[in-house]
C-alpha cells in the first residue's frame, strides 16, 4: 500500500494517490494532470478510479482531463450530478484498487454531495479517510456556499453535525484522517497547519468533534464566517460542468507576444497581469497593470479580485515562470491567458512607451509622516482587530472593488498590509481607477512596528 499527499501550499489544497498491486486512485486532483500521470508511470501502475469529495469551489479539478488520458472512472459521492461521463456511487458503497477498499461515506453539510472516502487496507481494517471538506485538521468545513433558496446554512450545518457524529467519530482513533485543505483555505474559518492526524486526536482538539448539542453546533460553524471570495460558485460550476483541456490552456498562455502584439491584445480589452516581485514592480510598469506577485497567494487573489473568468489576460512576468503562472491561473478557471510579453517590462520600457510608477517608503519614512496622508490598512477584518496603526481605516483588499467609490481622488493615501504583498495589489488596483497619490509602506505592519509608530491593540474584554 501506498498513500501520498501532493500538496499544493499557494491553494491550500491536498490531492492523493492511492496505490495497490499496479492500480491506483486519486483523490481530489489538482487542474494538472502531469504529477498524477508521472507517479504511475514510474510505478508501472494503471490509475483506476479518480475520486472526487465534492464539487469544489476554490479550485478547478483536473479530473475530466485525468480521465480522458487514463481511461479512468470518475467518481462523486450520492446525488451528484454532472455534465461528463461520471459514477455516482451509493452511500457505503465500495471499490478495490488492488488488495485496497475504498468505501463511500456519504457525508452532507459542507455540500450535499460532500463524501469521505474510507481507506481499508489489505485485511479489510480502517486505515484513513480522505474527509475532502467535511473535517479539516482543527476545523470543519464551512456550511454557507451550497446554501439554496429551500435550504439554509443553518440546514447544511445540521447535515454537517450528523455525518461528523453518525459517520466519521464512529471510526476507531487510529484511523488517519487526510483532509483537502490546510491552514489558508477560505473553505474553513480556523484550519491547523498540519495536513494530517489521527481521529483520535482531532476528537480531543477540534472544536466541532466536542460534546455539543446540534443547536450549539449550528451557531459554533455558522457564526463567524467571511463572505466567500467571489470566484467560489464559478469554479463550482466549471467543476460539475467539466473544464476544457489544460494541454490548450496551456499552448495557447504560454504564447509569446511581441510588443505590437501585446498592446493590441490591451487595445482589444484584455487585461494586463504582472506577476514580479513587488519591489520590483513599484519602480515601473505598464499602465493600467493588475499586480498580483507569482512569490505569494497568487491564485487565490487572482480570483477574488477579477470577477470575469473569460477576459483576455496578457502576462508581464519573469523570463521562465510564464508556464508556471499560466498553470496557477488555470487552477483557478482563468483558461484565457493568451501570451506573455516576450522579454519581459524590459521590452515595454526600451521601446520608449508611457511607464507608471508607485512611490514606496521604508515603514521609518511612513511612521515620521503618518499625519500627512490618510492610511488605508487592506488586511482581513480579524487582522486590523488584533491591531492596527492609530487612525488608520481598514479597508480590506478582499472587498476593494467594490469600496472604491468612497475613495477621494484628490486624497493622498498610505497602504500597507501585514508584509507589503498585498498593499502593492492593492496599490495596483487603485492607481489603475484614477488614484494616483498612493504610497506603498514597504515591509508593512511587520516594520511599522519596529518604528515609534503609535499602535492600537486589541485588548480583551474584562469577564470580572
Not at 450530478?81 to 456511487?89: I, L, R, V
Not at 465500495?94 to 463511500?104: A, Q, S, Y
Not at 456550511?143 to 439554496?148: E, H, N, S
Not at 497547519?193 to 482531532?202: M, R
Request: proline share 4%; net charge negative; with cysteine.
Amino acid at each position: 500500500m501506498r498513500i501520498e499527499q501532493l500538496y499544493t501550499g499557494c491553494l491550500s489544497e491536498a490531492a492523493y494517490y492511492i496505490e495497490s498491486e499496479g492500480e491506483v486512485a486519486i483523490i481530489d486532483p489538482l487542474r494538472e494532470t502531469e504529477p498524477y500521470l508521472l507517479m504511475a508511470a514510474e510505478n508501472n501502475a494503471k490509475i483506476k478510479y479518480i475520486f472526487e469529495t465534492h464539487f469544489h469551489a476554490d479550485f478547478v479539478s483536473g479530473h475530466v482531463d485525468l480521465a480522458k488520458k487514463t481511461g479512468a472512472t470518475i467518481v462523486f459521492g450520492p446525488t451528484a450530478q454532472t455534465g461528463f461521463d461520471s459514477y455516482t456511487a451509493t452511500d457505503n458503497e465500495e471499490f478495490k484498487i488492488g488488495k485496497l477498499t475504498i468505501k463511500v461515506l456519504h457525508t452532507p453539510g459542507h455540500t450535499l454531495e460532500s463524501s469521505t472516502y474510507l481507506l481499508l487496507d489489505e485485511k479489510g481494517k480502517e486505515h484513513a479517510i480522505f474527509s475532502g471538506d467535511t473535517l479539516f485538521i482543527g476545523d470543519v468545513g464551512r456550511p454557507d456556499l451550497a446554501v439554496k433558496s429551500d435550504l439554509t446554512e443553518k440546514d447544511l450545518a445540521a447535515m454537517l453535525y450528523d455525518s461528523l457524529r453518525n459517520k466519521i467519530m464512529t471510526l476507531p482513533n487510529d484511523v488517519i484522517v487526510y483532509p483537502a485543505h490546510g491552514a489558508g483555505s477560505a473553505c474553513g474559518k480556523n484550519m491547523s497547519k498540519e495536513t494530517f492526524d489521527t481521529l483520535g486526536h482531532q476528537k480531543e482538539v477540534n472544536y466541532a468533534l466536542q460534546n455539543m448539542t446540534k443547536e450549539a453546533f449550528i451557531k459554533e460553524v455558522t457564526e463567524g464566517i467571511l463572505p466567500a471570495p467571489q470566484y467560489f460558485p464559478k469554479n463550482a460550476m466549471i467543476n460539475k460542468s467539466g473544464s476544457g483541456s489544460i494541454d490548450e490552456v496551456m499552448e495557447k498562455g504560454t504564447t509569446p507576444l511581441s510588443l505590437s502584439e501585446f498592446k493590441q491584445q490591451i487595445e482589444g480589452g484584455a487585461l494586463v497581469l504582472d506577476t514580479r516581485a513587488p519591489q520590483t514592480f513599484t519602480k515601473g510598469f505598464v499602465p493600467n497593470s493588475l499586480y498580483i506577485g507569482i512569490d505569494g497567494g497568487f491564485a487565490v487573489w487572482l480570483g477574488t479580485l477579477v470577477h470575469d473568468l473569460n477576459r483576455p489576460i496578457v502576462l508581464v512576468a519573469d523570463a521562465g515562470r510564464e508556464e508556471e503562472i499560466v498553470l496557477r491561473c488555470s487552477r483557478v478557471g482563468y483558461d484565457n491567458v493568451v501570451g506573455f510579453l516576450k522579454g519581459g517590462f524590459e521590452t515595454w520600457k526600451s521601446a520608449g512607451e508611457k511607464v507608471e510608477f508607485i512611490e514606496s517608503v521604508s515603514a521609518e519614512t511612513f511612521a515620521s509622516r503618518i499625519a500627512e496622508r490618510t492610511i488605508l490598512d487592506v488586511r482581513k477584518p480579524g487582522e486590523f482587530e488584533a491591531e492596527h496603526v492609530e487612525k488608520a481605516q481598514t479597508f480590506p483588499l478582499d472587498y476593494i472593488n467594490s469600496k472604491l467609490d468612497t475613495l477621494d481622488k484628490n486624497k493622498e493615501y498610505f497602504v500597507h498590509c501585514a508584509g507589503g504583498y498585498r498593499s502593492m495589489i492593492a496599490s495596483s488596483i487603485m492607481k489603475a481607477n484614477g488614484i494616483n497619490n498612493v504610497i506603498d509602506v514597504a515591509g508593512g505592519m511587520g516594520a511599522i512596528l519596529k518604528t515609534n509608530a503609535t499602535v492600537t491593540a486589541y485588548v480583551c474584554p474584562s469577564t470580572l
